[in-house]
Nanobody, 112 residues
Framework: EVQLVESGGGMVQPGGSLRLSCATSGFTFSRSIMTWYREAPGKEREWVARIGTFGDNTNYADSVKGRFTVSRDNAKTTAYLQMNSLKFEDTAVYYC?????WGQGTQVTVSS
């Protein structure tokens, strides 16, 4: 059974940081490009960041570039999203995706 489980979300003040994790099982993680998406209230789900299989090829949406860092640990079959300098507009449910499988999402709320 394929599982992707996001964690690490929460409420944080503007300028704060969070680190999201995506723990996976049931598929060949080390061969999978891992992608983070987010869905804000009333908006479509959007791509945030992507990391290649060896972790040396990363891409970011312009809205998060320079603030977010995607990483992975193939031994732990887990992907991460380090989010710094958070803004109000980063508030969303964050999802990870691998091989077109989705996790259940984790809520990130940036609020003062």
């Amino acid at each position: 059974e394929v599982q992707l489980v996001e964690s690490g979300g929460g409420m944080v003040q503007p300028g704060g940081s969070l680190r999201l994790s995506c723990a996976t099982s049931g598929f060949t993680f080390s061969r999978s490009i891992m992608t983070w998406y987010r869905e804000a209230p009333g908006k479509e789900r959007e791509w945030v960041a992507r990391i290649g299989t060896f972790g040396d090829n990363t891409n970011y949406a312009d809205s998060v570039k320079g603030r977010f860092t995607v990483s992975r640990d193939n031994a732990k079959t887990t992907a991460y999203l380090q989010m710094n300098s958070l803004k109000f507009e980063d508030t969303a449910v964050y999802y990870c995706n691998g091989q077109n499988y989705w996790g259940q999402g984790t809520q990130v709320t940036v609020s003062s």
